[in-house]
């Protein structure tokens, strides 16, 4: 494992132009660029994204053929090593320096290890977290990065909703950091020079699972309540909003 370091989960599909933009964006942008590594889920007929590289950033390649997100980002993070797992996408740009340094020191916060970590995407903003960063403890304690049965859609809500659980059991462990740009660049058209596959999935599939998982949800946010509250420190920190 790298010591405090971040693995980002990134499934990419015939889109090694936006690929290449984000990775640009993570290398100009880290402190510790050393403590980043880049896991990319790669198509095997697939051949150009294959070829992806870029200096000095760490790239973990997991080739396949599973279709459904939720297989692809768990896939990633089985193979990871960082302590904190971020989700990301390939459209979309890492904009405020050292956000790396943030992410280190808002966790650090919280020694049992239980937050669901957020910035700022320029869309959504506070309301869902479309990039989520989960300490490898929690990730442990689910059992996964996010269920494997989704295909596209209902990952972000899905962890969010477990959070939101979390909250009502007394623990209000999500973090939003408005400041930590990560911004998701799919509502621009300049994204459509990048890409010319198809996007829009019908993500009923995806509402009809996420409703079957109430339950699973529920209980995994019992279990964090219950990590939080058995931790050895005995220590609750007030979550804050950093500004």
Known sequence: MIEKGISLIL?????????????????????????????????????????????????????????????????????????????????MLFR??????????????????????????????????????LSRTVCGIMGHICPVEYKRHCIDPHILDVFSRLTQLGHDRCIYLPKVVFEHMHYELSTAAYDTQERFIDDKEDQKMFSALAIDRQNIAIKLAAHIESYASGVKCKPRRVQ
């Open 96 to 133: 405020t320096k050292n956000w790396d340094l943030t992410i280190v020191k808002e966790f650090a916060r919280f020694a049992d290890g239980i937050v669901l970590l957020y910035g700022n995407d320029r869309y959504y903003g506070q309301r869902i977290p479309t990039f989520p960063i």
């Open 11 to 91: 499934p990419t599909r015939d889109r090694p132009k936006l690929a290449y933009r984000l990775l640009k964006s993570i290398r100009e942008t880290a402190s510790n660029i050393d403590k980043v590594e880049v896991v990319l889920y790669l198509d095997e007929d697939d051949e150009d994204s294959q070829q992806i590289d870029y200096p000095g950033v760490s790239l973990l390649k997991i080739i396949g053929n599973e279709k459904r997100m939720g297989a692809m980002n768990d896939a990633c993070y089985t193979r990871s090593h960082g302590e904190f797992i971020m989700l990301v996408n390939d459209d």
